[in-house]
């Protein structure tokens, strides 16, 4: 699987959007891009995942540069309970081993 | 909604204990999963398996098995516990490929403590 690359840690005010970026240089024509997040002590739980178009669910938007190289996922109106650490993940498509690399991500910390 | 469950949140066990974690899922996936998660160290593959009584191992399969039965069902083994087996384990799930990628789904993990 490709290596990904974020930031630490992030902060955002409540109510104001987070935009955590990731980036995956290495990353081939049939890798996914995915984007996890891990509330403290619990499981990670999907957020969000595509190729090479933006996407945009009810949780958030994702949005992936023209050459694939990076990406930014974004919780429009960020809460307390959006606190977590996030991960972004390269995978193959259908792999049928579905391995997850997770590293060691990104920690927003919503602030009030 | 999917839903991937564990059989405990928090376990306590003695080293050389014989430890039975379980995971069951709800969406008739095809493939599960079980991983440990250490701070630092981040999400190591156990083992994994993508039918009933088949099993792949992982990165990291030294003391422990799998078990898988029934479908809906995956246990991991540790066979005689030691404490460098204390950690978070998380189980998940994968939804088939069909063209829009492979999404995984993870229970909310077992804190297990081996003293």
């Known amino acids: 699987d490709a290596k990904t690359t974020q930031p630490t840690s992030m902060d955002c005010a409540e109510g104001r959007a987070a935009n955590l970026p990731c980036n995956h240089s290495t990353i081939s024509g049939n890798e996914y891009v995915y984007w996890y997040r891990q509330i403290h002590s619990q499981g990670p739980q999907y957020i969000i995942h595509g190729l090479k178009n933006n996407e945009t669910n009810e949780m958030a938007s994702l949005i992936i540069t023209e050459d694939r190289k990076s990406s930014t996922l974004i919780l429009p109106h960020a809460t307390l309970r959006d606190t977590a650490v996030y991960y972004c993940?390269?995978?193959?498509?259908?792999?049928?081993?579905?391995?997850?690399?997770f590293g060691d991500g990104t920690t927003l910390t919503v602030k009030p | 909604d999917v839903k991937v469950t564990q059989s405990s949140r928090y376990l306590v066990k003695r080293t050389g204990e014989k430890v039975f974690l379980e995971c069951v899922q709800d969406?008739?996936?095809?493939?599960m999963f079980w991983y440990r998660q250490d701070p630092g160290l981040g999400l190591r593959l156990i083992y994994f398996s993508y039918d009933v009584k088949m099993k792949e191992k992982g990165d990291i399969p030294e003391g422990y098995s799998v078990s898988r039965e029934k479908k809906e069902r995956f246990s991991l083994i540790l066979e005689s516990a030691s404490t460098n087996q204390t950690s978070m384990y998380l189980c998940?799930?994968?939804?088939?490929?069909?063209?829009?990628?492979?999404?995984?789904?993870f229970g909310p993990g077992t804190r297990l403590l081996v003293l």
């Open positions: 993940i390269v995978r193959p498509y259908n792999t049928n081993a579905g391995k997850s690399t």
């Open positions: 969406m008739d996936h095809e493939n």
């Open positions: 998940a799930s994968t939804t088939p490929g069909q063209g829009t990628g492979e999404t995984q789904y």
